[in-house]
């Protein structure tokens, strides 16, 4: 019999507050209703201040990231049409894959799982395409199976350096809300989120911002789409409403969602998350460990993917630390299956929880034959958060 609580430490769906889960604990509503804008309007707004948008358009689909993935391709592109993307880890990968199934061609520069968007390469491929062939350029701003962050600015700055008149489509499922986006300053065209990670919700929501450049774009495209047509939604979207059944409780606990992350500030969100991650990779540099993520420069504050030694089945820790220990640990994916256990640290976080996740790790680490000290991981980022805090508090007196 299990008693408390299983830790989710997994890089979504993460933990929903119970202030947000209580949000969503109401009647049914009719979605015709002439006071149903009430309750959506004011998400629509607030949804571009987290995208860091103007004049972006926001569409809100009932399903994942991948149906907004989906709805920005199909939205804005035509058959045959020549997509640059790189393929670092199992989302990019996947991405990559939907675009050829939806009759793309597909310009595909392969890095090792572990590295980030290659700019250079990028910026040569592109700087060679003087007929502009390429109609849209793909970044994956944090792959979720590597724990990589990549630099959406440096793209959008070889794409400027060689005039190149592509959209930049950016996948920020595991990045938007919990680490610093921008869409106007880096000009992204079309920018995908969920409802299950940052945004703190059950899976169902596939969120979109769509830049005016975009939405011109889909006034002309001709793939094929019905339930994903922009026109439909936007036509009525203005006035709060939706051509199709919407899932109202989840609106209800994205308005409380929405209000924690501004209620804390969205600079204090991203500094939060870049904190906790650091208490993480600190305790896995205490075991010796190395992070997949080739180089500190793009190591992810939403998911750390920690490398086990030859001798040790990650398999076998994630499922020790789920038998034995109540946490669910994220697994390996595609190729780093058995290599690689990962700990997501993103959404509604504090240190003790990281400490909770890395406590369970270790000895489910120990449990499946590592060679680690006890307590050595949870001492290193203990005192990271002590330091952390301490250095703040002094700051905040100082201000």
Known sequence: MRTGITHLAI???TNVPEAVRQAMNVPMQDMRAPDFGDLTIGLF????????????????????????????????????????????????????????QLGLEVELVDVPWGAGTPVSE??????NDAEGRIKAVFVTHNETATGVTSDVAAIRAVMDDVYHEALLFVDGVSSIASIDFRMDEWRVDLAVTGSQKGLMLPAGLGILAVSEKAMAASRRATLPRAYFRFEDMTAVNGDGYFPYTPPTQLFHGLRKSLDRLFEEGLENVFARHRRLAEGVRRAVHAWGYDLVAEHCKIYSDTVSAIRVPPEVDARDVIRGAYVNYNTSLGTGLGPLAGKVFRIGHLGDLNEVM????????????????????????????????????QVRQVALAAE
């Open 11 to 13: 890089p979504g769906p």
């Open 122 to 127: 990028f910026a040569r491929i592109l700087g």
């Open 45 to 100: 707004s607030d949804l571009r201040r987290v995208f860091k948008t103007a004049n972006g358009t926001v569409i809100l689909y009932p399903g994942s990231g991948t149906a907004a993935w989906e709805a920005a391709m199909m939205n804005t592109l035509n058959p045959g049409d020549r997509v640059l993307m790189c393929r670092k880890g199992q989302f990019s990968m996947l991405w990559a894959r939907m675009a050829e």
């Open 354 to 389: 990281c400490l909770a996740a890395i406590s369970a790790a270790e000895m489910a680490l120990v449990d499946a034959g590592a060679t680690i000290d006890l307590g050595s991981g949870v001492a290193a980022a203990q005192c990271w958060y002590r330091e952390s805090r």
